[in-house]
T-cell receptor, first 113, second 114 residues
Framework: DQQVKQNSPSLSVQEGRISILNCDYT??????FLWYKKYPAEGPTFLIS?????DKNEDGRFTVFLNKSAKHLSLHIVPSQPGDSAVYFC????????????FGKGTKLSVKP | SAVISQKPSRDICQRGTSLTIQCQVD?????MFWYRQQPGQSLTLIAT?????????ESGFVIDKFPISRPNLTFSTLTVSNMSPEDSSIYLC???????????FGEGSWLTVV
């Protein structure tokens, strides 16, 4: 049973608009959440993270929102750029287990010029 | 963040053979981790490579199939033994750095078993 779910395998948005990538989790013990971006033929690149004690974290064009009661997090990219086209993975960390991240299956974002 | 280099970046392997993947980090790190991403799947932790002791394997992964070495604080190897087509995956070396449990990945080693 998947503990971290990204229910949209793909998303297409227009350049300049907002991209919203969603992620749901089932384990209430997760205390740290991350987003990674992956281009073809490259390893995943860390993008942004959020601790369970916060509900929002912002870094430039990227904002992650956490709704603990709904066990849901989302990544907002605004404005979206063609270079943002990649696969985005949501990941969650079980408390006290360093190095062990539970990943979703990813959402492929396509930003069209 | 640390620079993580992996070799080989890509290989095509014959069924039944073994391949060793190398991971080099440009700074000393306490913990190194090996992940796998099978086609269309999420990333899954194989094991934690501990310096000076045996690796710690996750459920579903065993030492005989995925022996790991960690001779020092900057280097680790993962061997995929007696390969079958199901082992065709991206194998990723990673380290934890900074605050929280943020993992940084190498470029990955793309293995295809024929």
């Amino acid at each position: 049973d998947q503990q971290v779910k990204q229910n949209s395998p793909s998303l297409s948005v227009q350049e300049g608009r907002i991209s919203i990538l969603n992620c749901d989790y089932t384990n209430s013990m997760f205390d740290y959440f991350l987003w990674y971006k992956k281009y073809p033929a490259e390893g995943p690149t860390f993008l942004i993270s959020i601790s369970s004690i916060k509900d929002k974290n912002e870094d430039g064009r990227f904002t992650v929102f956490l709704n603990k009661s709904a066990k849901h997090l989302s990544l907002h990219i605004v404005p979206s750029q063609p270079g943002d086209s990649a696969v985005y993975f949501c990941a969650a960390s079980p408390g006290g287990s360093q190095g062990n991240l539970i990943f979703g299956k990813g959402t492929k974002l396509s930003v069209k010029p | 963040s640390a620079v993580i280099s992996q070799k080989p970046s890509r290989d095509i392997c014959q069924r039944g053979t073994s391949l060793t993947i190398q991971c080099q980090v440009d700074s000393q790190v306490t913990m190194m981790f090996w992940y796998r991403q099978q086609p269309g799947q999420s990333l899954t932790l194989i094991a934690t490579a501990n310096q000076g002791s045996e690796a710690t394997y996750e459920s579903g992964f065993v030492i005989d199939k995925f022996p790991i070495s960690r001779p020092n604080l900057t280097f680790s190897t993962l061997t995929v033994s007696n390969m079958s087509p199901e082992d065709s995956s991206i194998y990723l070396c990673s380290v934890v750095q900074g605050w929280g449990n943020t993992i940084y990945f190498g470029e990955g080693s793309w293995l295809t078993v024929v």
